[in-house]
């Protein structure tokens, strides 16, 4: 095919949660925008393709955010010193509000797909705010950039305030179902997500509702869950009825299961919920640096991990001021070293190679087979030029991985492919 | 003055801990090296000084590491999936061993320097390694970048293996004397201080003797305390003269007073021991970054503030893989919030005007009148351009200002001067 082609560098990707592949001067080869796996030597089959030589660079799978949201872009680092619900009414609310312009949403969004691409994310699934025009905006302006989203027009009839609230679950449902409708088949790399803010923005009508039109629609969906105590007092006061914020979700079908779901944070876990996120395949988007500025607490991610629970990183865009995966990891790192050391000495810190592993083919689960160089994973790739972080002695391509989660940032990641596309 | 001059642009310094001036296009004067204030107009008797215009930058006090290990930047970001003792046995004490060779120290040492003429910090506190002719390259080469330092030989006369431990007592004091001896006057901006690493490393005799060293030359003394709870149950294992870890140094005298001592980390302190680093007014070197990194836990920052105990931040390099202070204080703010909601709610989470206080006037109190453009403080500044952070609307200066502390990186600092000089 025309556009397949071979990259000759460094490779490093996560076999297994905790086995990284590293493979010195090897090729990595793009056929119809899939691996068709790493080689020490090109295969017959495919020697008249061409081959970048990417020098002593590293190649590594694109990394995916599980968890973002598009408008908070606007206020990253600041006005952190609040938790969750203040922090909602102050900061988060009042702008997520601006939204209804377009002219706005325009500006702003444009910013954070302009700093999305240069970092080292080729995947995202994303929040927009509630509204229609915005939301538009947004998916064609990451349609247009190349990279792959999933992108969520918010659901929110209550607790919204003035500015920032739809009038009814009737209201919300039919603008959802507008959006979807006139998103209908536009975008390639762009696909909508089902997205009830959380369970104190969404009445129990609102959420049947959506619940039917995820059935109909198989669209996946995304939430919060569990993020701060405050948060899981209020919603125990919203749902008598259940006995956790977890069934708060599956009572109307909207937690896993058929319906592919992602929840952000899972911080405040009780033993039943981790039974149900196991049993439902519910993803978990862990969002360290988001936890540690909402004062929100640190998420039992090995538990996850030993469950079997799907897990991936998540930036939490701007609770989390950094999109960068790479720091996430780093993040998710000294997050679980704290917690294993004040919380719960039973559960070990993660390790560098599980941390790679969240960022890439953890989190990449959800867009299928994506986060791995393997035969048949879609071929995001980032070239990493780590040559101007000096050291006085010769280093490992696995130790200048490890330093890559510990002192990248977007001058080191030199191109960028999604699914064999360049976009950067 | 020939060397004197103003700048103009958007000021920021901290008047108190929770008090930060900002002074909108206003002007710092530098006379002699210090800053002869703030004024929104220029005082008659400075209109004839040389003004520069920084256009819509920030203009804030230089940065000061309180504890930073030059050696150890050779690794940074490697190998941090270990506790502190396992860390500085497999990979710390290795490295420092390759200082014995002067061409390896000069190689690394320049690299390190280098680094730390781009990043925020305009001050540090440093360990070398215990080698002299080393400490000597590293003192050198601080002093050519224009920074200003103290830096440290290291003592160590046990535990430290066959190619880390000087061979006695006797012999590590005389080093230290000679070191003292042919460095003395040499330097204009860099300065001695005497660094017993930490109790585990230094025999009763070793500390005996710098302690007369300390009372004869008037010298300024660093180390590490509570950082590791295996290291404070060895530290009671090693002294059962004593109580606890600060009295293994305050035995020697070692342990402020008279003796102006920085103790890096300070994590888990007995009662009696924040009683005896106020009275003496020990400095505490809060490390944030190092402490998640090593799994160390997080210090009573809150606590050391509210009892008068004097607080910097410090990069810990290379247990923090960062020289930024301004990351420093991100991630002194964050490690707050969580030992809020881990350990101890009583005690508040550090506010952005606190972190900024404790990476600027805070530690460069250590220095004498460093860290504020207040009249008479040494004229240490940096110019930051934040114009490359896309921002959908209008932002207060104070709210550039904690963006910088989570978002900035070296680009963000086009110029930096110590005492009046330009260093970058």
Known sequence: MKNDFILKGNICYSETMDRLWVAEQQYVICVDGKSAGVFSEIPEKYQ???????????????????????????????????????????????????YASEVYAKRAYT???????????????????????????????LEDSGLSAYVGKVNMDRNGGK?????????????????LA??????????????PRFIPSCTDELMRGLAELQKEKKLPVQSHLSENPGEIAW?????????????AYEQFGLFGGDCPTI????????????????????????????????????????????EGIPTGLGSDMAAGYSTSIF??????????????????????????EEAFYLGTKGGGAFFGKVGSFEEGYEFDALILDDSNIAH?????????????????????????????????
């Open 48 to 98: 008249g393709l061409p081959v970048k030589d990417c020098g002593d660079a590293l190649i590594v799978p694109g990394m995916v955010d599980l968890h973002a949201h598009a408008p908070q872009y606007a206020f990253r680092g600041l006005g952190m010193d609040l938790e969750l619900l203040e922090w909602l009414n102050t900061h988060t609310f009042p702008e997520e509000a601006k």
């Open 111 to 141: 910013m954070y797909v302009e700093e999305l691409k240069k970092s080292d994310v080729t995947r995202a699934v994303i929040f927009a705010t509630m509204h229609v025009e915005g939301t538009k905006i947004l998916m064609e302006l």
């Open 163 to 179: 500015d920032l609230e739809e009038k009814s679950a009737e209201k919300s449902l039919e603008e959802t179902k507008r959006w």
């Open 182 to 195: 006139e998103t209908d088949g536009r975008f390639q790399h762009v696909r909508p997500i089902l997205t």
């Open 235 to 247: 919603v125990k006061e919203l749902c008598p009825n259940v006995s956790n914020y977890s069934e």
């Open 263 to 306: 929840m952000a944070h899972c911080i405040w876990m009780e033993e039943d919920e981790i039974e149900k996120m196991k049993n439902n395949q519910v993803y978990v988007a862990h969002c360290p640096q988001s936890n540690m500025n909402l004062s929100s607490g640190i998420a039992p991610v090995r538990r996850f991990l030993s």
């Open 327 to 352: 720091r996430a990891m780093a993040d998710a790192i000294q997050c679980s070293k704290m917690r294993w050391r004040l919380v719960d000495d039973t559960q070990k810190p993660l390790t560098v």
């Open 392 to 424: 006085p002695q010769k280093l490992t391509v696995r130790d200048r991985l490890e330093r890559m989660i510990y002192l990248s940032d977007d001058r080191h990641i030199t191109e960028k492919y999604v699914s064999g596309r360049k976009v950067k």
